[in-house]
């Protein structure tokens, strides 16, 4: 009998007395978020970065340039960028929101570690890597902003107020990504990445929130101030196209004023020196006659002390 009852399984009664201590998530990158302190020793900790000189690193410690707009941001993310609209990033469908190849992402990791970019990378790998450059940063580029304010923001003047709220290096990276969403936006037509779309993927890499539950809802808050932006940006950009363009139709009327005064001018000095040429040739022809002139005097003279010997003797 004893034997029959340790072979039978084991009962399992329905849990009792639940309640809710934690939400946790799992990131691919940055592992448990939200994990109780009592847990965490029995969670293996992730790995170190390959590539942690470029990813998860502050600003400070990063080489930086300025890009055409005067921001000063991270080389890599310039070198990123200029690889992605090289290889025609801008018109393709689902850029930013489809995911790369995560062996390939690890291995661009590892080559940008050692200062190298590889040629002939995808495109949605590269994206994949200026989104996880922003979500790796040991704080968020939003994060210095008051989550009150920027949760009672309702209008586009609310957001742009906050935002001067930022220190000068976010403001960078910010002004840098709002614009690079404004590219991405111009081609809406061919890759269908609307500036709504696009704050949708990147909102979740701008800050870091403690509270999970809380960061969801911030992060629609950040959606949302990523697409005023985006479209305050693109209504700067055409107001400014179409103002340039009287301006260069000015400009250009003003270099055809000075190509014609330079045409006539060049006129009157072509004509001035073949005045000169014609006085030349005048005094040349003047020369030539004066010169045949004493040549005739001279065979008479000569003629004439001729006929003095001859009646001499």
Excluded at 154 to 159: K, L, P, V, Y
Excluded at 288 to 295: A, K, P, V
Aim: proline content about 5%.
């Amino acid at each position: 009998m004893v034997e029959e009852n340790e072979r039978r399984p084991m009962d399992i009664g329905l849990p009792t007395n639940i309640c809710h201590v934690a939400h946790v998530t799992y990131d691919r990158f940055d592992g448990f978020l939200g994990l109780p302190s009592e847990f965490e020793p029995d969670v293996p900790k992730k790995a170190p970065s390959a590539s942690a000189t470029v990813f998860g690193v502050s600003t400070e410690s990063m080489q930086l340039s300025y890009d055409s707009r005067g921001n000063c941001v991270p080389t890599i993310l310039l070198l990123l960028q200029r690889r992605l609209y090289d290889q025609g990033g801008l018109q393709i469908e689902g850029i930013f929101r489809i995911t790369g190849d995560n062996s390939e992402e690890e291995f661009i990791r590892e080559e940008l570690n050692n200062g190298v970019l590889p040629e002939g990378i995808d495109v949605h790998c590269l994206a994949g890597l200026i989104k996880a450059w922003f979500r790796e940063l040991p704080r968020g580029v939003l994060d210095p902003l008051p989550s009150q304010q920027v949760m009672q923001c309702e209008s586009e003047e609310d957001f742009v107020k906050v935002v001067r709220l930022l220190p000068q290096t976010e403001a960078s990276l910010l002004n840098w990504a709002i614009n690079l969403m404004a590219d991405f936006v111009e081609f809406e037509d061919v890759n269908k990445m609307s500036s709504r779309n696009l704050a949708l993927v990147f909102a979740p890499n701008m800050s870091k929130m403690a509270d999970p539950l809380t960061a969801l809802m911030y992060a629609v808050q950040v959606m949302n101030l990523l697409k005023n932006l985006t479209d305050k940006t693109l209504r700067e950009r055409k107001i400014a196209s179409s103002q340039v363009g009287p301006c260069d139709n000015s400009s250009e009327g003003e270099d055809g004023d000075v190509e014609e005064y330079n045409q006539e001018e060049m006129y009157t000095l072509e004509e001035e020196d073949e005045d000169d040429d014609l006085n030349k040739e005048d005094e040349i022809i003047k020369v030539e006659e004066e010169s045949l002139l004493s040549d005739e005097h001279k065979p008479t003279s000569e003629s004439n002390a001729n006929d003095q010997t001859k009646q001499e003797t």
